[in-house]
């Protein structure tokens, strides 16, 4: 549009690009996914759209978090002989997620709860013939991300944080915290503040499984209290 000097306003309408560019993505994520070995192909993905759900823009933000549903979906769906078993970046994923839920955007919000909830649909048990409650729980508190009063907000993403917290396997913890602290340090304090709830919530529902951590948790525990996330 620059060369032949026209304007943002001649550009096509973006829904209308968007919707059918979004679905081609996600199908070509799920041929990859069957293409390559699908814990070293997601890794690679996440790492792509780890730049865009950092975004300062909430269009990209909420873009990659419509593509990481499609991936989280896809990598389900191909590694449904290993459901039970947590995915190796359920950890980062969570500390890119767990912030966003309390984003700008309430369809950010939605998404990244959706996300939240692929990751516990990937790492829990196999299925059997009691229904198990956390799927129930995150639509509820989706639902409730959808408002306009920020406490209410900080509070679904703080039961939220609590919800994932009952799932997280101990091993992610180390890949959480120093995801969660980059979520920390980002220019954008509701960002920041949920950022250091998340961290907060999980170090109280998660001490004893990480009681052999302490001293990276200590270290976690001063950068919080530098950045006022500490009462």
């Known amino acids: ?24 993505l996600g199908q070509l994520m799920a041929t990859l996914l069957q293409a390559e070995p699908a814990p070293v192909c997601f890794k690679d993905m996440v790492q792509v759209l780890r730049r865009w759900l950092t975004s300062a823009h909430a269009c990209e933000r909420e873009r990659a978090l419509q593509v990481c549903v499609q991936l989280l979906g896809a990598y389900e769906e191909r590694c449904e002989h290993r459901r039970g078993h947590a995915c190796e970046q359920f950890g980062s994923l969570v500390g890119l997620l767990g912030p966003l839920t309390c984003d700008a955007s309430a369809t950010s919000r939605w998404w990244a709860a959706t996300c939240l909830g692929r990751l516990l649909q990937i790492g829990a048990p196999a299925k059997t013939t009691d229904v198990a409650p956390w799927p129930n729980e995150i639509r509820c508190l ?34 959480f915290t120093s995801t969660i602290l980059e979520s920390l340090l980002c220019g954008r304090p509701v960002c920041a503040w949920a950022a ?13 499984q990480i009681s052999q951590r302490a001293a990276f948790f ?13 009462p």
């Not at 959808?146 to 609590?162: C, G, Q, R």
């Open 1 to 24: 549009m620059d060369e032949e000097g026209e304007t943002a306003a001649a550009a096509p309408c973006a829904p209308g690009v968007h919707a059918p560019s979004l679905r081609a």
């Open 142 to 175: 989706r639902e409730r991300l959808n408002t306009i009063s920020s406490e209410s907000l900080l509070v679904t993403s703080a039961n939220t944080a609590k919800l994932v917290c009952k799932y997280f396997p101990p091993a992610q913890a180390t890949d």
């Open 196 to 208: 250091g709830q998340w961290m907060l919530t999980f170090l109280g529902e998660c001490r004893e």
């Open 218 to 230: 200590s270290i976690c525990l001063w950068l919080l209290s530098v950045a006022g996330c500490w």
